[in-house]
């Protein structure tokens, strides 16, 4: 038994009152790993919250060496605005658009998104400074990272990493339903790209880190908390943390690369998708019903059904900014909109 120690780092930013980001700290008082956990880095994503004051109590019974840092709100000033970011509002729930000159594009300032801001900037705006507080005071203790996010309810749990073997490894100890594979393995040599993902900042420079998503963003699904508890006992077993052996490593993996086959499946018409009652991670047999598009004009129904066999990885009718703004979540759908993606292959590892 080694007892959480509830500690506080001070944050200072120029207009505000000082507040603090909350963390617990657990050590075995033995030598080992010193495992990093994060969520809630934007604030609207608080499965890995929950994840963590469940974990915390495990954590505590079982810890056999090495230290683990819970930090289970990163981001206190997104988590108070509800929102994804600190500057997200009703009207801009992704934050303001920006005229980027070179590419000649509306885009969003990517300094307002906390997740692309690492190591900070103690002279940038508040999702910078909150980054570099933490890259100062909490990363360099670090050897391992885990970092918890949540993307929107219509794409299934997954694990992110790169083609790099160790990472994939790490990621796959999580026996969460899927591993999404970004891409190659980037090359570090010429230092870290900045800014850059917390736990790109962790590999560039030899640590092992990856971060992951729920299904499920302003909620809490049970189903996604106690994927996310095994996961953390997996993953702190892996690295010799907790005794045992990881669990659920016998469970199909939906593993989607740049090889994997897909299929997106979209709206022939516009009408009301109303889901078949699936899920994601079901298994869909060709020709077998996906759901019903309901036609305004004609009010004919429209059966969607699975073009091919394969597993669900994403399910139901979204739109671009369904992360953040609930038109994007509403089920009518306008011709050509993505209702379910499905894929072909699947590992088991
Ligand atoms: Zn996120």
Redesign the pocket.
């Known amino acids: 038994m080694s007892k959480a120690k509830v500690k506080y780092l001070p944050v200072r930013i120029k207009g505000r009152p000082e507040f603090k980001i909350a963390y617990w700290d657990i050590d075995s008082g033995k030598k080992g790993p010193v495992l990093l956990i994060t969520a809630a880095?934007?604030g609207n994503?608080v499965h890995g919250s929950e994840v963590m004051r469940r974990f915390c109590p495990i954590a505590e019974k079982k810890i056999v060496k090495g230290r683990m840092i819970l930090v289970p709100f990163a981001n206190p000033l997104a988590l108070w605005n509800r929102r994804p970011h600190i500057v997200s509002t009703l009207a801009h729930p992704k934050g303001k658009e920006i005229w980027d000159k070179e590419k000649k594009i509306l885009r969003f300032d990517l300094r307002d998104n906390i997740?692309c801001t690492w190591p900070g900037n103690p002279k940038g705006n508040e999702a910078e400074q909150i980054t570099y507080v933490l890259s100062e005071k909490i990363v360099p203790q670090a050897t391992h990272c885990i970092d918890m996010?949540?993307w929107s309810r219509f794409s299934i749990a997954a694990a992110l990493s790169t083609e790099d073997e160790k990472q994939m490894e790490f990621a796959r100890m999580s026996a969460l339903p899927a591993i999404f594979v970004r891409g190659p393995k980037p090359d570090y040599s010429k230092g870290i790209p900045k800014p850059c993902l917390l736990s790109m900042l962790f590999n560039a420079t030899g640590k092992l880190a990856f971060d992951m998503e729920f299904s499920g963003q302003y909620i809490i699904f049970e189903k996604e908390v106690l994927l996310g508890v095994r996961m953390l006992s997996n993953c702190s077993k892996y690295l010799g943390m907790l005794k045992g052996k990881p669990e659920g490593l016998e469970e199909t993996i939906i593993f989607k690369d740049r090889n994997t086959q897909e299929v997106t499946v979209t709206a022939p018409e516009n009408g009301l998708f109303a889901e078949a009652g699936l899920s994601n991670g079901d298994f869909v047999k060709k020709g077998s019903l996906l759901g019903t598009l309901f036609s305004d004009r004609t009010l004919k129904t429209t059966e969607i059904k699975a073009p091919v066999d394969g597993y669900l990885y994403a399910y139901g009718h979204y739109r671009r900014f369904c992360d953040a703004d609930l038109a994007d979540m509403h089920p009518y759908a306008d011709k050509g909109d993505t209702l379910a993606i499905i894929v072909k292959s699947s590992k088991k590892k």
């Open positions: 880095l934007h994503e997740n996010h949540c």
